[in-house]
Structures are given as C-alpha cells and as structure tokens.
C-alpha cells in the first residue's frame, strides 16, 4: 500500500495514498479557524458562497464545467473547520484541482443576498421535522454558550444580522489564520499528485495552528429543552452526556458501548428492550458524536406522547443495566465485529477515505488514526465498558423532548 504525508513550503500537510485500478481520485481540502465565527451561521452562508461563482467564472459556468468533466465537488461547514472536496475520473484530475484553485482562491461572494434567502428556507423546511428539531434543541442546549450549539435554529436567529462584509472577513480570516490539510486518495502516482498540489497550493498563504482558546463544554447540572410542536403526531426524546473524544482514553469502549445500546439496529439493547419487547418505539437508537474538543453520547426514540415518561424509565433501566451488570463476552465480541465490519464498509470507496483522513489531520489525531483505533478496540474488555459506563452516564445529562 502505498502512502506518503509531506509538507509544502508554506507547511499545508498532505496526505496522499495509492489505491491501484480504481476510476475516480478523491481529494478533501480541510481548512481550520484560528477563530470561532462571530454571528451564528457565517461559516454555512461562506461555504456555499464558494459554489456560486468565482473571478474567472459564473455559478452558472462553474455548475456546467463540472457537470461536463462529471467531476462531484462540495464545500460545507463543519463544526470545527471548512471542507472542500472534489471526486473526478483519473484523467480529469487537473482539471478538478484548476476549479478547485479557482473557487478557494476567485470567489467573489457576488450571490450573497439569494443565497442567504436561500439558506433560511431550507433551514426552516428542515426544522419542521420533528427529529432534526429535537436534535437541534438538544445541541443548542447541551453547548448553550459554544460555537458547537450554534445549531441552525440559532443560525435562523441571527440569519439577519450576517452581512457580506462579515462573510469576506471571514473568508480573509480563513485564507490567512487557518491550519490547512490536504487528503488525496486514488489511482495516482506520488511524483504526479506532489507536482501538481505543490503547483496550486504552494502560494497560498501559510498554514497556522493555534491553541484554541475557546473554553472547553462542560455540563454541571440536568438541563431541560421542551419543544412544543402542534402538528406533531410522535414525541421525540433523548437523553445524552458528554463525554471523552476521539484523544481520550475511553474511545474504543465509547465505540462499542453505542455499538451495544443502540447502534447495532435490531440486534442492539434499546431496540430489543424499548422496542421488540415493550412496544414503546417506532424508532430508537444511541449515538456517539466527536468534535475536536469533547464529544456527546445520546439515546433516542420517536414514541406516542402518553410514553414519554415511560421511554424515559426504560433508558434509565438500560443505563444502571450496563453500569451494573458487565457485558458478556459474546456481546462484546458481537459489538467489536459489528464496529470493525462498519468501518471496513465505509472506507471501501476513494472518497471515504479521503473523507476520513482529511478529518484525521485536520483534527490532529494522526493519519494512521483508525488503524490505532481498530487494534485497541480488539482489546477492549467487559470491566472497560462497566467502568466507562459508570463514569459517564450521571446525573449531568440533557434531555431534549419535542411533543404535541
């Protein structure tokens, strides 16, 4: 297998890997602020401004180019840096970097009005689902007074008060005071990726890493977000904590404690407790969710509003049952196999992977992040889970609740 990770001049990191006698190359810019955004929901409005013309070239025009070469190109916002990514057939691989250096480096932001406009309806059509809104509820609470809770029913809030003079500070910020890396995975030879990176990115200004200055989340009490929806025919729960992120100690027991509670679908404890045997659940499931400084675990479960006590009740019996009782060999063993068969499905693709190892980088976890991670969920015991249990799951926890 061939992989290799250098630095250029200006010291954007890139990590490239050869898969032989695939089609499509993948490549993942990642770029981080040194500074959290100032109103809720610029970093969102400037990741889809960059889509939507450029010096050189119209949306219009770009949207037609890449849908000649058949190149699949995205920008998005995610919570702790911007992600830039493009997948194209092999011979078309200069011809996706030239658009990619054009949009990084010529956007003009000229849209910004429509696509502001834009960005608020679609906001508001998908919090008119019932799940997505108890899910921002319990994000917008749970990091109450961190960029993490700004959640996009606190973008609509301050939708009016972005401006576009904020947007290209923000670009100008994200250019000059960023960490930068580069992820790039195909049917490529090194001397020929190198070149052509080194040729696009070198004169970009230096990548920069800063200690982040913002206070890490903490949660000291049981907080609650009631949501009243009138129309809505279900009541959504959850319950989560925070917890220790993908650096701590405890991740390869927080992997498999999800895998077991709720992860695994109808093999998993909540779905076979709250669900098979107590009727309570159209839906339930747990999830365990990273970000560069802490991460969350939370429980779930669309059910009729008469059972929101009840499904309450029952994620507390599932709880004390994993503090108290260790897990059986067998259930361990099932949950590793489940997690490292997951894994081995969703990094079978050239984007996938780009995908992953941009985030390892960005994030400072180290390119060789999920091979680490694998040998040390082999490794994990019953007693790690009970302790990893007992340790996370208080009484400090939010409980979000939409209902009628």
């Not at 994000?139 to 973008?155: Q, V």
Request: with cysteine.
């Amino acid at each position: 297998m061939d992989k290799k990770v250098f630095r250029l001049k200006n010291n954007i990191e890139i990590f490239y890997k050869k898969n032989a006698n695939t089609p499509r190359i993948a490549l993942c810019f990642n770029l981080k602020f040194n500074k959290k955004e100032t109103v809720p929901g610029i970093d969102a409005i400037m990741a889809r401004l960059f889509m939507q013309g450029t010096k050189t070239r119209s949306a219009e025009q770009l949207a037609e180019e890449l849908d000649s070469y058949a190149i699949e190109f995205s920008t998005d916002a995610r919570p702790d840096y911007i992600r830039l990514k493009f997948l194209c057939l092999n011979e078309d691989f200069d011809k996706a970097l030239e658009l990619l250096e054009d949009v990084i480096k010529n956007s003009t932001f000229e849209d910004f009005e429509k696509e502001l406009a834009k960005m608020e309806g679609e906001i508001i059509a998908e919090l008119d689902s019932p799940r997505a809104k108890v899910i921002d509820g319990y994000y917008s609470t749970l990091f109450a007074n961190h960029p993490y809770g700004n959640t996009n029913s606190k973008i609509l809030a301050n939708i009016k008060n972005i401006t576009k003079e904020e947007v290209l500070a923000t670009y100008s910020e994200l250019i000059n005071n960023s960490k930068k890396v580069i992820a790039i995975v195909g049917d490529i030879d090194f001397q020929k990726a190198e070149s052509s990176i080194t040729r696009v990115f070198e004169n970009l200004p230096d990548s920069i890493e800063l200690k982040d200055s913002t206070p890490v989340p903490y949660l000291d009490k049981t907080k609650l977000s009631e949501i009243i929806k009138p129309d809505a025919n279900q009541a959504h729960i959850i319950k989560g904590w925070l917890t220790g992120s993908s650096l701590s100690q405890d991740y390869p027991a927080l992997l498999l404690l999800n895998i077991i509670l709720g992860a695994s679908g109808l093999s998993s404890r909540l779905f076979l407790e709250l669900r098979d045997k107590k009727g309570l659940a159209y839906v339930v499931r747990s999830c365990y969710e990273t970000f560069a400084q802490c991460a969350d675990f939370y429980i779930y479960i669309a059910t009729e509003p008469k059972n929101i006590e009840v499904s309450l009740k029952g994620f507390d019996e599932e709880i004390e049952k994993i503090k108290n009782i260790l897990v059986s060999e067998e259930e361990l063993e099932n949950a590793k196999n489940n997690l490292l068969g997951k894994w081995a499905f969703t990094q079978e693709t050239n984007n996938s992977q780009a995908i992953s190892y941009g985030n390892y980088g960005i994030l400072g976890l180290g390119f060789d992040f999920n091979e680490k991670a694998r040998e040390k969920v082999k490794l994990v015991t019953p007693e790690q889970i009970q302790k990893c249990a007992k340790k996370y799951f208080n009484d400090n926890s939010i409980i979000s609740i939409l209902k009628p």
